[in-house]
């Protein structure tokens, strides 16, 4: 097999970004996309020959080995569970479930099935992160003790993730997920360096969020993490930022320190009077001065991360720790503990 034929499972914002990564991937085909609604336009605009408005048709298909899960949160569990009966290697977007419960059904499902199954945390491949990795590993700050992260924007797009039900919380599994993931992946050694103490703080959602009333989920959370090598890690994730998605890493070192943007910092400035179509994700318009994004799915690590996933299911490789189903369920049991954290006022003690 010199070709990867995938099977996309949802048709959107996810669903497109993955359709852009692979379409970059000569060792890539997307031959079919399965969703409830979209249909027409996805595979119009990137070519796919098949649809299906019953995802499992798509899954029974023989000649697709790899399927992208890009539906919300809450589906993850039946479509990764309806994968693996078929035999499918699996690439599951963030977060893993909506819960502790359906992650370890997901991992287990996989592992009777023995297919690989891929939790799609992009930011273990955004090239300024890989790079900071490098800088880190060759040891340019001395011994790191500090990490700080965050993914903060001004909305969710998605009526799902608005609902705590189908997107299980609101921002902190929802965005900060997303440094949590890189954390682990960056501090712990391929898993061996647990977190061992976790504190969380969130608004409680609808009358008491900050901004987005009607979202049934926290639309802030701020978060504290020890790991058992004695690092600590501070993550946010908030839906009251304007002015675009912010992402950023901070690595505090014993001689040194590292600081990534993985969405402001572009080597463009555009002045605009009439403006146009697009600067970077969840920005309200494009007047005046912007700084557009000049390849964002790049600059996120989505290319990288998808075509490792692919090279992975050529070479019947399993997957590195921070992309695997275990680093996914750790960050579900370090949201969860994070919650909890929040709901009883204290530090939860723990192994993740
Ligand atoms: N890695 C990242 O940076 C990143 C960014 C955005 C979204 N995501 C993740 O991707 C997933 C999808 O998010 P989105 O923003 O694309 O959501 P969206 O609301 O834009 O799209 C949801 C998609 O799910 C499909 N869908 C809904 N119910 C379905 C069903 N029963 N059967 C088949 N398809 C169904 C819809 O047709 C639609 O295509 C979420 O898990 C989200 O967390 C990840």
Same mark, same amino acid.
């Given at each position: 097999?010199?070709?990867?034929?995938?099977?996309?499972?949802?048709?959107?914002?996810?669903?497109?970004?993955?359709?852009?990564?692979?379409?970059?991937? !000569?060792?890539?085909?997307?031959?079919?996309?399965?969703?409830?609604?979209?249909? &027409?336009?996805?595979?119009?605009?990137?070519?796919?020959?098949?649809?299906?408005?019953?995802?499992? #048709?798509?899954?029974?298909?023989?000649?697709? #080995?790899?399927?992208?899960?890009?539906?919300? *949160?809450?589906?993850?569990?039946?479509?990764?569970? &309806?994968?693996?009966?078929?035999? =499918?290697?699996?690439?599951?977007?963030?977060?893993?479930?909506?819960?502790?419960?359906?992650?370890?059904?997901?991992?287990?499902?996989? &592992?009777?099935?023995?297919?690989?199954?891929?939790?799609?945390?992009?930011?273990?491949?955004?090239?300024?992160?890989?790079?900071?990795?490098?800088?880190?590993?060759?040891?340019?700050?001395?011994?790191?003790?500090?990490?700080?992260?965050? !993914?903060?924007? %001004?909305?969710?797009? /998605?009526?799902?993730? =608005?609902?705590?039900?189908? %997107?299980?919380?609101?921002?902190?599994?929802?965005?900060?997920?997303?440094?949590?993931? +890189?954390?682990?992946?960056?501090?712990?050694?391929?898993?061996?360096?647990?977190?061992?103490?976790?504190?969380?703080?969130?608004?409680?959602?609808?009358?008491? *969020?900050?901004?987005?009333?009607?979202?049934?989920?926290?639309? +802030?959370?701020?978060?504290?993490?020890?790991?058992?090598?004695?690092?600590?890690?501070?993550? !946010?994730? *908030?839906?009251?930022?304007?002015?675009?998605?912010?992402?950023?890493? &901070?690595?505090?070192?014993?001689?040194?320190?590292?600081?990534?943007?993985?969405?402001?910092?572009?080597? $463009?400035?555009?002045?605009?009077?009439?403006?146009?179509?697009?600067?970077?994700?969840?920005?309200?318009?494009?007047?005046? +001065?912007?700084?557009?994004?000049?390849? !964002?799915?790049?600059?996120?690590?989505?290319?990288?991360? $998808?075509?490792?996933?692919?090279?992975?299911?050529?070479?019947?490789?399993?997957?590195?720790?921070?992309?695997?189903?275990?680093?996914?369920?750790?960050?579900?049991?370090?949201?969860?503990?994070?919650?909890? /954290? /929040?709901?009883?006022?204290?530090?939860? #003690?723990?192994? +993740?």
């Amino acid at each position: 097999m010199d070709k990867v034929r995938i099977g996309i499972v949802g048709s959107k914002f996810a669903a497109d970004f993955h359709c852009d990564s692979y379409s970059r991937n !000569e060792k890539a085909e997307v031959v079919a996309v399965g969703a409830i609604d979209n249909l &027409e336009a996805i595979s119009r605009k990137w070519n796919i020959p098949d649809t299906y408005e019953d995802y499992r #048709q798509m899954l029974d298909r023989d000649d697709i #080995q790899l399927i992208s899960v890009c539906v919300p *949160n809450f589906l993850h569990h039946e479509v990764v569970l &309806e994968a693996a009966r078929r035999g =499918k290697h699996i690439l599951c977007e963030k977060p893993l479930a909506t819960n502790i419960q359906d992650g370890e059904a997901m991992i287990a499902a996989c &592992e009777k099935a023995g297919v690989k199954l891929f939790y799609a945390e992009d930011w273990c491949f955004a090239p300024a992160l890989r790079r900071v990795i490098s800088i880190v590993d060759e040891g340019a700050v001395g011994d790191v003790v500090y990490v700080k992260a965050k !993914e903060t924007h %001004c909305g969710t797009h /998605s009526p799902f993730a =608005k609902n705590a039900k189908t %997107c299980g919380g609101g921002c902190l599994i929802h965005l900060a997920i997303h440094p949590i993931g +890189w954390i682990l992946h960056f501090l712990s050694g391929g898993g061996k360096n647990k977190v061992v103490e976790v504190i969380g703080k969130v608004n409680g959602g609808g009358a008491d *969020n900050y901004v987005h009333k009607d979202n049934t989920g926290e639309d +802030w959370a701020v978060g504290i993490l020890k790991f058992a090598d004695g690092q600590h890690a501070f993550v !946010e994730g *908030n839906y009251v930022t304007v002015g675009g998605m912010d992402d950023k890493v &901070e690595i505090y070192g014993k001689e040194g320190l590292v600081k990534a943007d993985l969405t402001m910092g572009s080597s $463009l400035d555009v002045y605009s009077r009439p403006g146009y179509a697009y600067a970077l994700e969840k920005t309200d318009n494009t007047l005046g +001065w912007t700084r557009p994004a000049v390849d !964002e799915f790049y600059n996120l690590g989505y290319v990288h991360e $998808l075509a490792y996933a692919v090279d992975c299911v050529l070479k019947n490789e399993p997957p590195m720790y921070g992309l695997s189903g275990a680093a996914g369920l750790a960050c579900l049991q370090i949201v969860d503990a994070m919650y909890r /954290s /929040s709901r009883e006022g204290k530090t939860i #003690q723990g192994e +993740w």
